[in-house]
C-alpha cells in the first residue's frame, strides 16, 4: 500500500489521460519554435535593427516601416545566417507602421495569418524577434485585450518583448500570424501591441496577393459581410481566409448581392457600383 508522500508522488506524475503533461507542452512549444524561426529574419539598417518573418516564398518579409525607416535598402540576416541586401518596396498607407521587403531568396518559408475578428482575451501567444540584441529569441505570452482588433487594428499582448522585437510576428498555438509587433508601453510590465494582419493587409495592397486573404472590390461605403458578418465597407475589404468555400455579401444602393466563392481559386472578387 502507497504511504501519503507516495501517493502523492504518483498522483503528480501520473496524470489523467488526456491531460497535457509538461512534457508534452514543453514538445509542443520546442516544435513551434523550430517550425516558425526559420521564417524570421533581422533587419538592419544605419539606425538600428528590427525584426521581420517572410509572408511569401519569393523572398517577401513583412515588417514595421519604422525599422526600414527612410531607406531604400536595408541589410537582411536570415535564420540560416545567409546575409542579404534587402530592397523596401511597399509602406504601410496611411501611417500604418508596416512595410514589405523584398530578397533575392526562392523557397522562403512564409508564416500563414490567421483572422483576428473572432480572437478572445486569455488566447496563447509567442513571439521570435530579435530584442535587445538577442538574435531569434522565442517568448511567450497571451492575448491580454483583443478589443482593439475591432477599434484601432491592435492587439494588446502580455509578451516579453524589447526593442528590436518590432516588426516581428505574434502567432498562435498553430504558428500563424495574429499580429505584428509595433510597440511596447514604458513603464509596464511586458505590455505590448501588434497590429493585426487585416490592418496590414488594408494598408499593403502588395501584400494581399501574398498572403491567404480574399480580396472583396464593392461600392463606396457598401458594407460587406462574409459568412454573415459583417468585415467592412467598400471600396476594397480584405478578409483572412483559409481553403474553403465563403459567402460574400454587399449591402449598397443597387441593394444586396452575393456570391460564393472558393479560397485560394478564387482570391479577388468584385461587386459593381
Known amino acids: 500500500m502507497l504511504g501519503p508522500l507516495l501517493l502523492a508522488t504518483a498522483l503528480l506524475t501520473s496524470p489523467t489521460p488526456g491531460t497535457p503533461t509538461l512534457e508534452s507542452i514543453e514538445r509542443e512549444t520546442i516544435d513551434l519554435f523550430e517550425r516558425t524561426a526559420p521564417s524570421v529574419v533581422l533587419v538592419e539598417t544605419r539606425d538600428g535593427f528590427g525584426s521581420g518573418f517572410f509572408v511569401s516564398p519569393l523572398g517577401h518579409i513583412l515588417t514595421n516601416r519604422h525599422v526600414v525607416g527612410a531607406a531604400k535598402t536595408v541589410k537582411v540576416r536570415l535564420h540560416d545566417g545567409r546575409r542579404m541586401v534587402g530592397t523596401v518596396v511597399a509602406r504601410g498607407a496611411g501611417g500604418v507602421d508596416v512595410a514589405l521587403i523584398k530578397v533575392s531568396a526562392k523557397h522562403t518559408p512564409p508564416l500563414a495569418f490567421a483572422s483576428t475578428r473572432s480572437l478572445r482575451i486569455g488566447t496563447w501567444a509567442g513571439s521570435v524577434g530579435h530584442?535587445?540584441?538577442?538574435?531569434?529569441?522565442?517568448?511567450?505570452?497571451?492575448?491580454?485585450?483583443?478589443?482593439?482588433?475591432?477599434?484601432?487594428?491592435?492587439?494588446?499582448?502580455?509578451?516579453?518583448?524589447?526593442?528590436?522585437?518590432?516588426?516581428?510576428?505574434?502567432?498562435?498555438?498553430?504558428?500563424?500570424?495574429?499580429?505584428?509587433?509595433?510597440?511596447?508601453?514604458?513603464?509596464?510590465?511586458?505590455?505590448?501591441?501588434?497590429?493585426?494582419?487585416?490592418?496590414?493587409?488594408?494598408?499593403?495592397?502588395?501584400?494581399?496577393?501574398?498572403?491567404?486573404?480574399?480580396?472583396?472590390?464593392?461600392?463606396?461605403?457598401?458594407?460587406?459581410?462574409?459568412?454573415?458578418?459583417?468585415?467592412?465597407?467598400?471600396?476594397?475589404?480584405?478578409?483572412?481566409?483559409?481553403?474553403?468555400?465563403?459567402?460574400?455579401?454587399?449591402?449598397?444602393r443597387g441593394g444586396r448581392k452575393h456570391r460564393s466563392v472558393t479560397f485560394p481559386d478564387v482570391r479577388s472578387v468584385s461587386f459593381g457600383s
Open 131 to 252: 530584442g535587445r540584441g538577442g538574435v531569434w529569441t522565442l517568448t511567450t505570452g497571451l492575448v491580454s485585450n483583443a478589443h482593439g482588433a475591432r477599434d484601432r487594428g491592435v492587439l494588446q499582448t502580455q509578451i516579453p518583448l524589447n526593442p528590436g522585437s518590432s516588426g516581428g510576428p505574434v502567432f498562435d498555438r498553430r504558428g500563424h500570424v495574429v499580429g505584428i509587433v509595433v510597440s511596447g508601453m514604458v513603464d509596464s510590465d511586458a505590455i505590448n501591441f501588434a497590429i493585426t494582419p487585416e490592418t496590414a493587409l488594408a494598408a499593403l495592397a502588395k501584400l494581399r496577393p501574398l498572403a491567404n486573404c480574399l480580396t472583396i472590390n464593392a461600392p463606396a461605403g457598401a458594407s460587406v459581410f462574409v459568412q454573415g458578418a459583417r468585415v467592412g465597407t467598400g471600396p476594397v475589404v480584405t478578409v483572412v481566409a483559409e481553403p474553403g468555400t465563403y459567402r460574400v455579401e454587399v449591402d449598397g
